[in-house]
Structures are given as C-alpha cells and as structure tokens.
C-alpha cells in the first residue's frame, strides 16, 4: 500500500515534467480522426520514450473518479467521428480498439490512479466507444 502511494508520487511528479515542445507533438496528433491518423499514433507509440510521453499526458488529465476519468482521457484522443466506426471487440466490420497500444496505455494509467479492476476499465471503454455515434449526433446538432 506505502508502495503503491510512493509510485503515485513519483509518476504525478514525472508527468508534471512535459516540455512544451512534447505537448504540441502529441496534440497535434489528437484527437484522432481517421483509421491514417489512429496508425500514426500507434506508430508513435512503438518507440518507448515517445510512449511514455503520452502516459505522462494521459495522466494529467484526471477525473472526478475512473469513470470520468476513461471518458475524458478518450474524448482526448479519439473524435466521436473515429470512434462511430470502432468497437471493442472490432464486430460488425468495425475497427477492434480492444488490444491497441493506446487502449494499453490507457489502461495503464487508470489502473494505476484508480483502485479499480483492469475489467471495470474495459467495459467504461467499450462503453465509451459504443456511445460515440450518440454523442456525434448531439455534437452535429448543436453546430
């Protein structure tokens, strides 16, 4: 337990540390749009140090509790546009986000603010994902 809250200050002191230049790489990847834009960023994420400059933004994100937490760091990186034509699973001729490198590094990071189930995170993400096409809708409506 006295391990785990060292671990969860030393990552919230690391992640503090993104330069700006860091910052602006990943944003101007974000939020994903197409299929071409989702296979640069898990590209990006190949090399380690480039993975761990996103963890670190992910993590700054926060929330008001896992939940909040998984919507506000995917509303970040994936559009409703992308995500309407994804599933968790990948059924129906949707694209599979299940076992991505970014779905992984999300994960990580919830899982290690959290005390939640890896479970619980998935299924708030599939959740997510299979809301898209709704918020799209809302999203289209009010422009």
Not at 30 to 40: A, G, M, R, S
Not at 47 to 73: H, M, T, W
Not at 109 to 118: D, G, N, Q, S
Request: charged share 35%.
């Amino acid at each position: 337990m006295l391990k785990e809250i060292g671990d969860k200050v030393f990552n919230m002191e690391r992640s503090s540390n993104l330069t700006n230049e860091e910052k602006t790489e990943i944003d101007d990847m974000l939020p994903i749009k197409n299929k071409t834009d989702f296979d640069e960023l898990e590209d990006y994420l190949c090399l380690p140090e480039k993975a761990d400059f996103f963890k670190r933004l992910l993590s700054q994100i926060g929330g008001n509790g896992y939940k909040d937490n998984v919507g506000r760091v995917l509303k970040k990186i994936f559009s409703n546009e992308f995500a309407t034509n994804c599933s968790w699973l990948g059924q129906r001729g949707n694209f599979r986000l299940a076992e991505t490198k970014a779905i992984n590094i999300v994960k990580e990071i919830i899982l290690k603010a959290h005390f939640v189930r890896e479970k619980e995170v998935e299924q708030c993400c599939s959740e997510w994902i299979r809301h898209s096409k709704q918020r799209l809708k809302r999203e289209k409506a009010t422009n």
